[in-house]
């Protein structure tokens, strides 16, 4: 199976390579919109270790959002269901960025990877805790997930986010308003933007997955019920208000980032990690869920049957 699935991650390289629709970098934060959208690397982690990668899989990028995966694996390992009282699990139908829901529904974010939840989910983790510790437990979680220690945070996109990110601000002041958020807003925004800094490649971000796709052979660092509900959010959240269409389109769990990166769940089958940074209208990455597309189809790994 890895020579034929190595025959067709080849083959949708060159073909992405060659349709070249790349879409648009996120240039609100600086420092990533200076990279060049033209660029594409998938990597699937298989049960048992295999790992099968083409095109830049190696090559690493700003993870963004997707972190947002694995602070509320944290925080579901430190308070669990409490955190249910302090934001949602319901899909949001709005921008990630959004203020808009919070209002109406008192500073309680729909749910924890739309930006209002995720700065609740880094907050909670916060609790007792500093800003490099608990950007120590995100990372040292990731870490262990992928049986890698080379995994970093880019200080300079962290540092660029901080300086333009007055959407994020906005919505940490509005949580502390609402009493939902316990420190400071400039302490949590800090901690986010740099947990939202980290930087990692397809192969290892595909191997961090494993614990979330079950595969045998990773490393047990969630209980089949956790792992079941971060994929179950990331299904119903994780691609914001493009979510229904990438359900519709892909039919797995997956979790998007404006650095261009999605990792993609095939509970018990794979753990797949897709990068490419342009992204489409809702900020998931074009190229990124056309590969998706192309590979649930062609191995039949749907959550649908
Ligand atoms: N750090 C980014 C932001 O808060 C993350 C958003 C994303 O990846 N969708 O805007």
Known sequence: MTDALKTFLTDLDLDIRAQGDWGQVADYIPELGRIDPAQFGIAV????????????ARQRFSIQSVSKVFSLACVLGRIGEQIWTRVGREPSGQRFDSILALEHENGRPRNPFINAGALVTTDELLTGRAPKETLAEILGFLRAAAEDDD??????????????????????????????????????????????????????????????AQLPGAPRMLTPLKARRISALMMMC????????????????????????????????????????????????????????????????????
């Not at 949580?175 to 302490?187: A, F, M, T, Y």
């Not at 800090?190 to 397809?202: F, L, P, S």
């Not at 797949?272 to 590979?295: C, F, K, Q, T, V």
């Open 151 to 212: 995994i970093h945070i880019d200080k300079a996109v962290a540092r660029s986010e901080a300086a333009t990110g007055h959407r994020n601000a906005a919505l940490a002041h509005y949580l502390k308003s609402c009493d939902n958020l316990r420190n400071p807003p400039e302490i949590t925004l800090g901690t986010y933007v740099h947990q939202c800094a980290i930087e990692m490649t397809c192969e290892q971000l595909a191997r961090a997955g494993r614990v979330i």
């Open 238 to 305: 994780g691609h914001y208000d493009g979510s229904g269409d990438f359900a519709f389109r892909v039919g797995l769990p997956a979790k998007s980032g404006v650095g261009g990166g999605i990792l993609l769940i095939a509970p018990g089958q794979a753990s797949i990690a897709i990068w490419s940074p342009g992204l489409d209208g809702y900020g998931n990455s074009r190229m990124g869920s056309h590969a998706a597309e192309r590979l649930a189809h062609h191995m039949g790994w749907s959550v649908f049957g």
């Open 45 to 56: 982690a298989l049960p048992g270790g295999g790992m099968v990668s083409a095109g830049q």
